[in-house]
């Protein structure tokens, strides 16, 4: 038999969140672009150092070639200039559909208005600049040094790492949306409201009960009910 208290919590975190669906879809994204953004770059500083590591590799007996990290380098940094344009997409959609608090200040100083602009902007700004790296490490891959060793400028590399500094400076205003101004948080939501989160769960929970219970909603009929009503029919 199905929990009826499942429908229930998805019912409850749906309309609690402010959005249209269960969990909100950009910060998952965003750990996608930050994790092949951050593998690109970093397998393409394994691989222009890998004239020194390749000793280091050897005695782990590992088969590491500079042609495949710099495979691994360019398809992430590819990957990453793709999810991105999803990401700041789904971002600037619930920033729309976004309520909150604005009688509190962040830790930076900046209330949720502020933040959710500079967010967006920096948002924007990243895409630009990875769309940018890929372009850049596009032609270094197939025109600039196709033919060379090390594959990547170390300007390119630098870029990248500059790169890092403005993405934790951008996902830590994504951390002041949600965890100072409850952006999209239920719970923040209900207690804003003045509503226990537990208490709303519970009487939820009860009320989609008592409806299958009144018949109000559709009962779920398992095999034990289904023998009873045919026992009772027969006694009759």
Do not use: C
């Not at 490490?137 to 300007?155: I, K, N, P």
Request: charged share 15%.
């Amino acid at each position: 038999m199905i929990d009826p208290t499942l429908f229930a919590s998805l019912w409850l975190a749906t309309a609690g969140n402010g959005l249209p669906y269960i969990v909100p879809i950009h910060p998952n994204l965003v750990h996608l672009t930050l994790g092949l953004f951050i593998v690109a770059i970093a397998f393409d500083i394994v691989a222009a150092l890998y004239p020194l590591e390749k000793p280091i590799f050897k005695f782990l007996a590992i088969p590491v070639s500079s042609a495949g990290l710099y495979d691994v380098g360019w398809f992430n940094m590819v990957a990453a200039a793709i999810i991105t344009f999803f990401t700041v997409a789904a971002g600037f959609y619930e920033i729309i559909l976004a309520e909150p608090a604005e009688d509190m200040i962040s830790p930076w100083g900046l209330n949720a208005t502020d933040t959710m602009v500079w967010h967006g902007v920096g948002g924007v700004l990243l895409l630009a600049l990875i769309v940018g790296m890929t372009i850049w490490r596009g032609f270094q891959r197939y025109l600039w040094r196709e033919d060379r060793a090390r594959q990547v400028q170390w300007s390119y590399l630098l870029a990248g790492l500059l790169i890092f500094v403005l993405m934790f400076a951008q996902g830590t205003l994504g951390a002041h949306l949600g965890g100072d101004f409850g952006v999209h948080v239920t719970a923040d939501r209900l207690i804003r409201a003045g509503l226990d989160p537990n208490e709303q769960m519970s009487n939820t929970a009860a009320l989609k009960i008592n409806k299958m219970k009144t018949g109000t909603a559709p009962k779920i009929v398992g095999p034990r009910v289904i023998g009873e009503r045919r026992t009772g029919e027969l006694n009759q």
